[in-house]
């Protein structure tokens, strides 16, 4: 049974930093692409961050590039999205992602972020 468990959310101060991991299982976690996404409540899902299987190529959101990174390490099927300089508008519900065989999605259940002060 595949699953990505999300974790590492929290409340935390305009300007703080915050470190969200997703470990999966059930699946070759180093055979696929793994994203972030994000939604803040009355807004779409929205893309926040791409690494693909190897983890040498990455790609971002406008609104978070030079903010936020994200990190893979294979041995322990776990995905990273490394949140610093963070903002009001990063409040969001984050999941984990992953498409199986180009048409399966799976996500995670989520993991609440909180800016505020």
């Known amino acids: 049974q595949v699953q990505l468990v999300e974790s590492g959310g929290g409340l935390v101060q305009p300007g703080g930093s915050l470190r969200l991991s997703c470990a999966t299982s059930?699946?070759?976690?180093?055979?696929?692409?793994m994203s972030w996404y994000r939604q803040a409540p009355g807004k779409e899902r929205e893309l926040v961050a791409t690494i693909n299987a190897i983890g040498d190529n990455t790609d971002y959101a406008d609104s978070v590039k030079g903010r936020f990174t994200i990190s893979r390490d294979n041995a322990k099927n776990t995905v990273y999205l490394q949140m610093n300089s963070l903002k009001l508008e990063d409040t969001a519900v984050y999941y984990c992602?992953?498409?199986?065989?180009?048409?399966?999605?799976?996500w995670g259940q989520g993991t609440q972020v909180t800016v505020s002060s």
């Open positions: 992602f992953v498409k199986r065989f180009g048409r399966i999605d799976i």
């Open positions: 059930g699946f070759t976690f180093s055979a696929y692409a």
